[in-house]
Every structure is written in structure tokens, then in C-alpha cells.
């Protein structure tokens, strides 16, 4: 059987830029006719009070490493969490 292309396709939290599971993501907002994915209600929010703060057509959102179990860890390179060590992920 097919699946459908947008179930699987993942996108960018235009705020963070972590990956966003379409099919999972309850944060949704639309702006000019696009609708745009959020990991969490604090980007999503984020992003309301100025989308156009984030939305460059010319530029690709930076490569982001958070920690699993703690998702306010962000950091710009790959490395450990400083609060538990677990290697962090884009």
C-alpha cells in the first residue's frame, strides 16, 4: 500500500530548526496561505508574535543538537549534554 508523502516527509520547525514530524506535531500555524510546524508551544508561540522574524526565503535554518531528555539544551555543533552527558542529535 502507498503512503502518503506527507505522513512521512518530515519538516523544520522554522523557529529552532529541529525536524518535525507532520504526522505528530500538534503545533500548527498558518500565515499567508502556508502552514508552518512547530516541535513545541513555546516555538510556536514563538513564531505568532513575528513569523516574519523567521521566515527568510533565501536562508536555510542553522543546524541545531539538543539533548533527548532535555530538550532546552540547544547548541549550534554535535557534542554531550552538559547536564547528563547523552550525546545530543539534529
Not at 48 to 63: R, Y
Request: with cysteine; aromatic share 6%.
Amino acid at each position: 500500500m502507498p503512503t502518503n508523502p506527507s505522513v512521512t516527509m518530515k519538516t523544520r520547525d522554522p523557529v529552532c530548526g529541529m525536524t518535525v514530524d507532520p504526522g505528530a506535531s500538534r503545533f500548527k500555524s498558518e500565515h499567508n496561505g502556508h502552514s508552518y510546524l512547530f516541535c513545541s508551544a513555546h516555538c510556536q508561540k514563538k513564531f505568532e508574535a513575528d513569523p516574519a522574524a523567521f521566515i527568510k526565503a533565501d536562508s536555510t535554518p542553522p543546524m541545531v543538537w539538543t539533548c533527548p531528555m532535555h530538550p532546552e539544551i540547544r547548541e549550534t555543533h554535535p557534542g554531550k549534554c552538559p547536564k547528563c552527558g547523552m550525546t545530543l542529535v539534529s
